[in-house]
């Protein structure tokens, strides 16, 4: 499309859905080979050359994909000095910027995620004379993948190194164990990044060796008159590449390593993509495009890993001569992450002395008073997801095997507190689920690292007060005890007694204002224990009733807001929410349900006074005694609220 629009110096490019900025990219590109074409070279513009740069025009809805697009004009147009457009041709600022929007920035607006960078064994690198003497001293930096292919094929000594046969089988060798160790038990895939399309040819020949065939796929373009039969064995036509493309997206679906050389280096997106495995010598622009593949946001991935096979990073400055505090935001090696990791473990270890994981008898009762106070549980949570990720990605390296059983017990830690705390998280659906490999050394180890078993759930009957009474542990880890002991009760029978979800919302309400201040221990105690008591009575009560279990419990709606004759009410209520199906989900029908309720219940006379329900602790009135449409209006919100939970 640059190359049909082939604008000149001058011209305005609009993109009105611009995405990404590709388009508006490609055509400064364009701008940029036809001053080439003169004799010029893209990478020495001066204003002289282009008086009148473009002005490029987008815009686009999407916030992230927004800020791709600045991340990219960034990558693009702001080179080190001498270089950019933006720098050029920049005003009002002392740098010449017109606008600069940083890799970091774009990290922090979750845009994009940052890079982890590691060397591969010295002996599968390239050696740094030939790197230096064929790559760095001959191939200039290349504007585009194209340019820098053309460049790469003339490099004939380094071709040869590149290729040869036994660092091409040890290259596969080694990727494969570490694809299989860090990358596929995280749920993630891999892109092999080879010199040229014989080089994707070889890789794949010798990686079906070791991994099962389907596990990987080349995309290249054919060539048909110069390619040699191994390349033609991987051609794909059209139809199979996009398969290829859309399957590759997908984390339960082959292929897991794509293997390229050009294609795919530039606007393939593939979230689920987490590492790069490099061997084509390559920076400056043209190497941030190709990482920049693996930066993308997915869930359970907190970052990218990218293992260089060619020795590029060796120097970080020389491959990515941009602003260096900017990129070394972005793109880091995995060695100071190791370092972050020891760090944290050790701070972790500093904030749980007090709880003396070590001392087995009452060591729950101590972690359940101590993290009490909210902002501690949020701060001690937060530092183990940092922990947590550094484990992921760095895992499993040696380097981590005399910190394994200290961790695990950390990771343990962070189980109990979440179990104690937030019992109700695994109704929402929010159940807290370590991460892959977290998950796995826990499972390993359990018998060398495991904290002592939970505290015991209280039985929930008629002698629940007696038996919190006779507890012989604080009120605070008797309330919180008290809270899972009925959460796991409401889930194990929310099937067979619907009636009791709303009960659930009632003690969250409960706990919220524990955590919130608004109420002491001692008050939440004993509301919480008159929740179970109201448990235990409406399983008695529902022993003896003759309704069926939805109507029964819209009879206890009834019945808490002071109603008399709730069994016959609630049956005609049932009866309603049947004529009217799909209710909860057309307003018509929920406006028709709600008119027929309010009728219904205006024609009850015996409706008992308010302050008896609240006596009751069943009907809470502030203020006022209300008036009884806004009594019955209350009651009819509890109804619909009621029907909508049990499937009524």
């Not at 003339?154 to 060798?173: D, F, H, N, P, T």
């Not at 530039?266 to 490099?278: E, N, Q, R, S």
């Not at 049932?574 to 028709?592: H, I, S």
Request: aromatic share 8%; with cysteine.
């Amino acid at each position: 499309m640059a190359h049909i629009l082939d604008p000149t110096e001058g011209e305005r490019v609009f993109d009105p859905t611009c995405g990404s900025g590709g388009l508006l990219i490609k055509a400064q590109l364009r701008l940029k080979e036809k001053s080439a074409a003169n004799g010029i070279d893209p990478g020495d513009l001066k204003p002289g050359h282009i008086t009148r740069p473009l002005q490029l025009f987008g815009q686009e809805i999407n916030a992230d994909t927004y800020a791709m697009a600045k991340m990219n004009a960034f990558i693009h147009d702001m080179g080190k000095v001498g270089k950019g457009t933006f720098e050029k041709f920049g005003k009002h600022d002392p740098d010449g910027y017109l606008d600069k929007y940083g890799i970091d920035e774009a990290i922090e607006d979750k845009a994009t995620m940052r890079l982890w960078y590691t060397l591969a064994p010295s002996e599968l690198r390239v050696d740094r004379e030939t790197l230096q003497r064929e790559f760095h001293d001959k191939i200039a930096d290349a504007a585009s993948i194209e340019e820098l292919n053309r460049m790469l094929d003339k490099a004939e000594a380094l071709k040869s190194v590149i290729k040869a046969g036994e660092r091409v089988r040890g290259i596969a060798a080694h990727l494969a164990e570490h694809f299989r160790s860090n990358v596929e038990p995280r749920g993630f895939k891999a892109m092999l990044v080879a010199l040229d399309r014989e080089a994707c040819a070889l890789y794949k020949e010798a990686l079906d060796r070791i991994l099962p065939k389907d596990y990987t796929q080349v995309v290249y373009t054919p060539n048909p008159k110069k390619d040699t039969p191994l390349m033609k064995a991987q051609y794909l036509d059209e139809d199979s590449e996009k398969r290829v493309r859309k399957d590759f997206r997908d984390p339960d679906k082959l292929p897991k390593i794509l293997i390229v050389t050009e294609k795919l280096l530039t606007g393939y997106d593939a979230p689920v993509l987490y590492c790069m495995y490099l061997d084509k010598p390559m920076r400056d622009h043209t190497l941030l495009q190709a990482i920049a593949r693996i930066n993308r946001p997915y869930p359970n991935k907190d970052s990218g890993l990218l293992l260089d096979y060619v020795g590029i990073f060796e120097d970080l400055q020389k491959a990515l001569s941009f602003d260096q505090a900017a990129i070394t935001k972005a793109l880091v090696d995995l060695e100071r992450l190791k370092e972050q990791f020891a760090g944290l473990l050790v701070g972790l270890e500093s904030m749980l002395a007090p709880i003396k994981l070590g001392q087995v008898a009452g060591r729950d009762e101590r972690m359940i008073d101590y993290f009490m106070d909210p902002a501690r549980r949020d701060d001690f949570r937060q530092q183990f997801k940092n922990l947590q990720t550094a484990y992921e990605v760095i895992s499993p390296d040696p380097f981590l095997r005399d910190y394994l059983t200290r961790y695990a017990l950390i990771a343990q830690v962070q189980q109990a507190v979440y179990s104690y705390f937030d019992p109700e998280a695994k109704k929402r659906r929010a159940r807290y689920d370590l991460l892959q490999k977290t998950d796995q050394l826990i499972r390993e180890n359990v018998e060398l690292v495991s904290l002592a078993s939970p505290l015991p759930l209280y039985p929930i009957n008629r002698d629940i007060g007696r038996v919190v009474a006779a507890d012989n542990i604080s009120e605070q880890v008797k309330v919180i005890n008290l809270y899972r002991s009925l959460v796991a009760h409401i889930e194990a029978n929310e099937t067979s007694q619907p009636y009791l979800i709303p009960i659930a919302d009632e003690i969250e309400a409960i706990i919220q204002k524990l955590r919130e201040r608004q109420i002491s221990v001692t008050e939440a105690l004993q509301a919480t224990e008159a929740q179970a008591e109201k448990i235990v009575q409406a399983e008695a009560e529902r022993k003896q009733s003759s309704l069926e279990d939805k109507a029964f419990a819209l009879s206890l709606v009834l019945r808490g807001h002071g109603l008399t004759n709730t069994e016959t009410i609630a049956l005609e209520a049932q009866q309603m929410f049947d004529r009217f199906p799909g209710w909860p989900y057309n307003d018509k029908l929920k406006a028709e349900v709600r008119l027929a309720l309010y009728k219904l219940l205006l024609q009850e006379t015996a409706i008992r006074p308010p302050q008896i329900a609240e006596e009751r602790g069943e009907y809470q009135v502030s203020g006022q005694e209300a008036s009884p449409i806004s009594r019955v209006k209350q009651i009819v919100d509890d109804l619909l609220r009621m029907s909508d939970l049990v499937g009524a």
